[in-house]
Every structure is written in C-alpha cells, then in structure tokens.
C-alpha cells in the first residue's frame, strides 16, 4: 500500500508563491505519472498538472500554464508543484495523485493512490 502525503499548503496573498510537495511511501515511483488536482469551494476536482515517470514530459490546465511548474525527484519519491503569481481561484484542496501504469493523464480514474489533500488560500 503506498501512502502520498502533501505539505506546503497555507495562505498566501494575490500574486505570492507557495511550493507543494508530495512525499510517497511507496519503494521507488520512477515507473509511475505523477499529478496534482485541486478541488475548490464547491466544486468539482480538477486536474492541474501530471508530469511522466522520468519527468520528460509535463502536462498543465489552461488555467495554470506559465504560473505553475510540476517537477519530480526521484530519487527522494518526492512531487513538487511550484506555484506562482497565485490568484484567488487558485484557492482549494491541493491533492498528489499517482498512476502505477506510467502514463500522464488528466483524467482522475486513471491514479491509483491520492493523497488526503493540502489546504491552499489565496487572499485578495
């Protein structure tokens, strides 16, 4: 059973920064995507970044390319989503996410394990 637990959540003002990470307790995740969903007030999950099991390849909603940057470190089983230029609609529930099977994929039901969530609040 992996575990994926998610830090560096907290409250930031309008145009700040936050890096979120997500450490798994799995033996290796280098054969496995990795991605970070959101879920705001209200609504419904939505995808916000995947990256490839060697981090070649990267994948981002519309809403957050050129502000936020997923990378990987394998070698520390670590998932990082550095944001920046936060806005208020970026505020929610910021979840890691892992797909067993390697592929990047902005679909929900294709991660095997989640993560319990990191609280993200973007004051105006």
């Known amino acids: 059973q992996v575990t994926l637990v998610e830090s560096g959540g907290g409250l930031v003002q309008t145009g700040g920064s936050l890096r979120l990470s997500c450490a798994s307790s799995g033996l290796t995740i280098n054969t496995s995507a990795m991605a970070w969903f959101r879920q705001g007030p209200g609504q419904e999950r939505e995808f916000v970044a995947a990256?490839?099991?060697?981090?070649?390849?990267?994948n981002y909603a519309d809403s957050v390319k050129g502000r936020f940057t997923i990378s990987r470190d394998n070698a520390k089983n670590t998932v990082y989503l550095q944001m920046n230029s936060l806005k208020p609609e970026d505020t929610g529930t910021y979840y890691c996410?892992?797909?067993?099977?390697?592929?990047?994929?902005?679909?929900?039901?294709?991660?095997?394990?989640w993560g319990q969530g990191t609280q993200v609040t973007v004051a105006l």
């Open positions: 996410a892992e797909n067993l099977r390697g592929a990047p994929s902005y679909e929900g039901s294709r991660y095997d394990y």
């Open positions: 990256i490839s099991r060697w981090g070649r390849s990267t």
